[in-house]
């Protein structure tokens, strides 16, 4: 979990709000991944950038879900509307520029009731 | 694709004991496997990798094992302690490639 903070780490919101998980990678990095974990299907990568592009957004699950990078600095995961399947844990990550290493953040706990 | 493999998916062990815990992968294009370690509450945390042109690596008290012509490779520690209580997952990736294909995960729980 070194060198990515993620906010907020808890959030409980209602089916159909607006959810919104925050990325602030240290340095260090040309890539960043959100992941998802659940019991159920263990960790799923959503969607990889890399040099603030993003490049593979396949494991996004549906429409409702969207990624931004406007900056090396910051990235944003956003959940509209959201829905009672989409709880879970969802992870920040970066790769730095030298290998494959994966860093993790401590991740944002979702729950939609 | 590439499919990874992680057994057991609970391991108990006794304080002190050993621990063993293997994957298997199917792409023989894999060159880079790494462990991670997930503490309750946290993301999870690299504690040791290894590539395919090493066929061992030690850090301590833990060390990875790879068998290429077998496909598979396994993460060992030894003197376990309470701390060592975790999911640890395994993972595989080829090249410069960024897709981790990630094992299942194993709970291992240290006997006190």
């Given at each position: 979990?070194?060198?990515?903070?993620?906010?907020?780490?808890?959030?409980?919101?209602?089916?159909?709000?607006?959810?919104?998980?925050?990325?602030?990678?240290?340095?260090?990095?040309?890539?960043?991944?959100?992941?998802?974990?659940?019991?159920?299907?263990?960790?799923?990568?959503?969607?990889?950038?890399?040099?603030?592009?993003?490049?593979?957004?396949s494991?996004?699950?549906?429409?409702?879900?969207?990624?931004?990078?406007?900056?090396?600095?910051?990235?944003?995961?956003?959940?509209?509307?959201?829905?009672?399947?989409?709880?879970?844990?969802?992870?920040?990550?970066?790769?730095?520029?030298?290998?494959?290493?994966?860093?993790?953040?401590?991740?944002?706990?979702?729950?939609?009731? | 694709g590439?499919?990874?493999?992680?057994?057991?998916?609970?391991?108990?062990?006794?304080?002190?004991?050993?621990?063993?815990?293997?994957?298997?992968?199917?792409?023989?294009?894999?060159?880079?496997?790494?462990?991670?370690?997930?503490?309750?509450?946290?993301?999870?945390?690299?504690?040791?990798?290894?590539?395919s042109?090493?066929?061992?690596?030690?850090?301590?008290?833990?060390a990875?094992?790879?068998?290429?012509?077998?496909?598979?490779?396994?993460?060992?520690?030894?003197?376990?302690?309470?701390?060592?209580?975790?999911?640890?997952?395994?993972?595989?990736?080829?090249?410069?490639?960024?897709?981790?294909?990630?094992g299942?995960?194993?709970?291992?729980?240290?006997?006190?």
């Amino acid at each position: 979990d070194a060198g990515v903070i993620q906010s907020p780490r808890h959030e409980v919101t209602e089916m159909g709000q607006e959810v919104t998980l925050r990325c602030k990678p240290i340095s260090g990095h040309n890539s960043l991944f959100w992941y998802r974990q659940t019991m159920m299907r263990g960790l799923e990568l959503l969607i990889y950038f890399n040099n603030n592009v993003p490049i593979d957004d396949s494991g996004m699950p549906e429409d409702r879900f969207s990624a931004k990078m406007p900056n090396a600095s910051f990235s944003t995961l956003k959940i509209q509307p959201s829905e009672p399947r989409d709880s879970a844990v969802y992870f920040c990550a970066i790769q730095g520029s030298s290998g494959n290493t994966i860093y993790f953040g401590e991740g944002s706990w979702l729950t939609v009731v | 694709g590439e499919n990874v493999e992680q057994h057991p998916s609970t391991l108990s062990v006794q304080e002190g004991d050993s621990a063993v815990i293997k994957c298997t992968y199917s792409d023989s294009a894999s060159n880079y496997f790494p462990w991670y370690k997930q503490e309750l509450g946290k993301g999870p945390q690299l504690i040791i990798d290894i590539r395919s042109n090493v066929g061992e690596k030690k850090d301590q008290r833990i060390a990875v094992t790879l068998n290429k012509t077998a496909k598979h490779f396994s993460l060992h520690i030894t003197e376990t302690q309470p701390e060592d209580s975790a999911v640890y997952f395994c993972a595989a990736s080829w090249g410069s490639n960024y897709q981790l294909i990630w094992g299942a995960g194993t709970k291992l729980i240290i006997k006190p």
